[in-house]
């Protein structure tokens, strides 16, 4: 058995270890958005995001870890935005009509805003810095 041929089913065994995981991943969040919680349910939800997010943000700075947090919360602005779409958009008046749809479109476009940012921001530019030319222009 040659060096390569090891390293090769290596590579292979570790994508396809990555891949199982992704579909766990997406099957868990699949299941956690719709999930409807009660109020004491959802604040040991809460509580076990921030502690795991805190835990892990000082346990490590690696650009892995801040796409994964960045994921985690992705999805807990999505598990929100679920819940306000299903459970609060019962309007009596057409001045709460009114207002409370506004209110929805604020909080859609800032969903929004946060995804498009963390897709922007997740993979940067790797430029080197260089020096400005010629003297300053007065």
């Known amino acids: 058995m040659t060096e390569g041929s090891t390293i090769e089913r290596l590579a292979t065994r570790s994508a396809w270890l990555v891949a199982i995981a992704g579909v766990l991943c997406v099957a868990g969040v699949a299941i956690v958005i719709p999930l409807s919680f009660q109020a004491q349910a959802q604040a040991l939800f809460a509580l076990t995001t921030i ?3 805190i835990v892990a943000n ?11 947090l960045s ?4 999805i807990v602005s999505t598990r929100y935005v ?5 459970e609060t958009l019962h309007f009596r008046t ?3 009509t009114f207002f409370g749809i506004g209110l929805y479109m604020a ?3 800032a969903w929004m ?3 498009l940012g963390y897709l922007q921001t997740a993979w940067p530019l790797q430029r080197p810095v260089r020096p400005l030319e010629g003297p300053p222009a007065t």
């Open 51 to 53: 502690i795991i997010v």
């Open 58 to 68: 000082r346990a490590s700075q690696s650009r892995h870890l801040t796409i994964a």
């Open 71 to 74: 994921l985690v919360s992705v």
């Open 82 to 86: 679920w819940w306000r779409t299903t």
């Open 94 to 96: 057409p001045a709460e």
């Open 107 to 109: 909080e859609i476009y």
């Open 113 to 115: 805003i946060l995804l």
